[in-house]
């Protein structure tokens, strides 16, 4: 079973407006942290944002906000007044946190924003 | 402060050959990830280095090798190369002890198979 579930294989915004990119997760550990990356066509993951398990506010990072749903096991993020600069793959990713080890990235399959001018 | 420096950028091998790219983490990062990056798989993790250990590894088969050395830098190994090992290799970093840290990534290594 996918444990990162990203449904928006591609999507378009015009530039200016909003948009939201989903993402669903499953895990059983309590506790697990949540990331989003960014990959421009040269290849290089560039960190966006981070929300852990624990955390009772949503992250923001500048444009970047995560809507954290945790009942639902959702954390959808939210770019704010889309830049053509922001025409990218986007990844979700999780972090379980088990027997002390910080774990690996396990990563969703992205979705392909592409920003209209 | 320099980024994750990923060696080469750009490698052509052969089927049967074996080949090994390098990574230099972010000073003061003792924690070196791997990931490798296909079309058709996505990002699966193949393996993390932390104080010259193998913390943990992904479900790679056993021609996918590491280490890591003192100053944290870090090798990958692939021997007895395939068609399907073509791919983008990734390499991150992060401050081993503090989940709330990102792995930093690096440009990666693009590995052709012919």
């Known amino acids: 079973a996918q444990k990162i579930t990203q449904t928006q294989p591609g999507m378009f915004v015009q530039e200016k407006e909003a948009v939201t990119l989903d993402c669903t997760y499953d895990?059983?550990?309590?506790?697990?942290?949540l990331f989003w990356y960014k990959q421009p066509s040269s290849g290089e993951m560039i960190f966006l944002i981070y929300q852990g398990s624990y955390d009772q506010q949503n992250a923001t990072e500048g444009r970047y906000s995560l809507n954290f749903q945790k009942a639902r096991k959702s954390a959808n993020l939210v770019i704010s007044a889309s830049q053509l600069g922001d025409s990218a793959m986007y990844f979700c990713a999780m972090r379980e946190n088990y027997g002390g080890s910080q774990g690996n990235l396990i990563f969703g399959k992205g979705t392909k924003l592409s920003v209209k001018p | 402060k320099a980024g994750v420096t990923q060696t080469p950028r750009y490698l052509i091998k052969t089927r049967g050959q074996q080949v090994t790219l390098s990574c230099s983490p972010i000073s003061g990062h003792r924690s070196v990830s791997w990931y490798q990056q296909t079309p058709g798989q996505g990002l699966q993790f193949l393996f993390e280095y932390f104080s010259e250990t193998q913390r943990n590894k992904g479900n790679f088969p056993g021609r996918f090798s590491g280490r890591q050395f003192s100053n944290s830098r870090s090798e990958m190994n692939v021997s007895t190369l395939e068609l399907g090992d073509s791919a983008l290799y990734l390499c991150?970093?992060?401050?081993?002890?503090?989940?709330?840290?990102?792995?930093?990534f690096g440009d990666g290594t693009r590995l052709s198979i012919l």
């Open positions: 895990t059983s550990d309590p506790s697990y942290g």
């Open positions: 991150a970093s992060s401050l081993a002890g503090y989940p709330r840290q990102p792995q930093h």
